[in-house]
């Protein structure tokens, strides 16, 4: 597909329990973002991938995050020991990296993550 | 340090009349900015950008954003309402002078057209 893409596209778990999330960005992106979006609201940055650069992780809300890009494409987010704090729609977003990060974001469709 | 804000929460608007909703920022350098919409059940849409020229950007849909760099704003702007263009709209930036700056979103605006 040309888009991006995330699954699973719904998510449902138990309290404590640690999930993943995986986003496949457009092919040829470098750059590779993660937000959370509770309840139709703003958008809160997670993570930022650039390219081969160390990720700003600067979004991140607890340790319990963690984030990883295998190969240049792939992310996961892990949440690890979920809380019902944690149930929100994770966005993640790709863009081509031309000099001045001028590209706009694709957006996936998201991941909505239920904490019960 | 950058932000950007979206002082409205919600904009009610009669279909047919013209429709602003406003965005300002706040950057080191020059900005690179955006706009985005969301309809409902539905994955975020780019709008249009500016990244340097003419302030007026037109982008999909009709609509069109004015950069001001003295009121630090980039208003996303529609001459004539379509109940349709009812979603929820975000303003985002950039630095463009740090080439690890990313972009920031502000906390959206809802858009309500009535028929």
């Known amino acids: 597909g040309a888009g991006v893409s995330q699954s699973p596209s719904n998510k449902v778990t138990e309290k404590g329990k640690d999930v993943e999330l995986r986003c496949d960005p457009i092919s040829g992106h470098t750059a590779l973002y993660w937000y959370r979006q509770s309840l139709g609201q703003g958008l809160e940055f997670l993570i930022y991938f650039q390219g081969n650069s160390a990720p700003d992780k600067s979004g991140l809300p607890s340790d319990r995050f963690s984030a990883e890009r295998t190969g240049g494409s792939v992310s996961t987010l892990t949440i690890q020991r979920t809380q019902q704090e944690d149930s929100a729609v994770y966005l993640c977003a790709s863009s081509a990296r031309l000099a001045g990060g001028q590209n706009e974001q694709f957006f996936g469709p998201g991941t909505r993550l239920t904490v019960l | 340090a950058q932000s950007v804000a979206q002082p409205e929460d919600q904009v009610n608007v009669a279909e047919g009349n013209p429709l602003t909703v406003k965005c300002t920022y706040s950057v080191s350098g020059n900005p690179y900015l955006f706009w985005y919409v969301q309809y409902p059940n539905r994955g975020l849409q780019f709008l249009l950008k500016?990244?340097?020229?003419?302030?007026l950007v037109k982008g999909s849909y009709g609509f069109e954003a004015e950069f001001n760099k003295s009121q630090t704003s980039f208003h996303l702007k529609k001459p004539s309402a379509l109940v349709s263009d009812s979603a929820l709209y975000f303003c985002a930036v950039r630095d463009s002078t740090s080439s690890a700056s990313k972009i920031i979103f502000g906390s959206g605006t809802r858009l309500s057209i009535r028929p």
């Open positions: 500016y990244i340097t020229g003419d302030n």
